[in-house]
């Protein structure tokens, strides 16, 4: 399984980007789905999450500027980032709880699983002011 994230890059404030996120692999379902960052000598925070069913949740400093969204069609998230600051440069990293064909196979069978989160490389997001 893999997840990879595309779509950052350099931006001025005031801005927008959209970030991309695509699982691919021997994937069976797909529950959450999200978005982290994390800035220079931080540690990582939540950006927005999205439910199987399209409930969203989002970080107070995000709120109003980004959306989430999701294609469970495509096994994709979306991150569209509008009003972008400087404080919002970082690496962007995306997340999928998900259970593998393996593994739903093995819990048909009996076994005791309930899937894993899987976490995208990052992708960097540079606001200059």
């Known amino acids: 399984v893999q997840l990879q994230a595309s779509g950052g890059g350099l931006v001025q404030a005031g801005g927008s980007l959209r970030l991309s996120c695509v699982a691919s692999?021997?994937?069976?379902?797909?529950?959450?789905m999200g978005w982290y960052r994390q800035a220079p000598g931080k540690q990582r925070e939540l950006v927005a999450t999205?439910?199987?069913?399209?409930?969203?949740n989002y970080a107070d400093p995000v709120k109003g500027r980004f959306t989430i969204s999701r294609d469970n069609a495509k096994n994709t998230v979306y991150l569209q980032m509008s009003v972008l600051k400087p404080e919002d440069t970082a690496v962007y990293y995306c997340?999928?709880?998900?259970?593998?064909?393996?593994?739903?196979?093995?819990?048909?069978?009996?076994?005791?699983?309930?899937?894993?989160?899987?976490w995208g490389q990052g992708t960097q997001v540079t606001v200059s002011s």
């Open positions: 692999g021997s994937i069976d379902s797909i529950n959450g």
């Open positions: 997340t999928a709880f998900l259970i593998t064909t393996a593994q739903a196979r093995a819990i048909k069978a009996g076994a005791n699983l309930h899937g894993r989160d899987y």
């Open positions: 999205i439910s199987t069913y399209g409930s969203t």
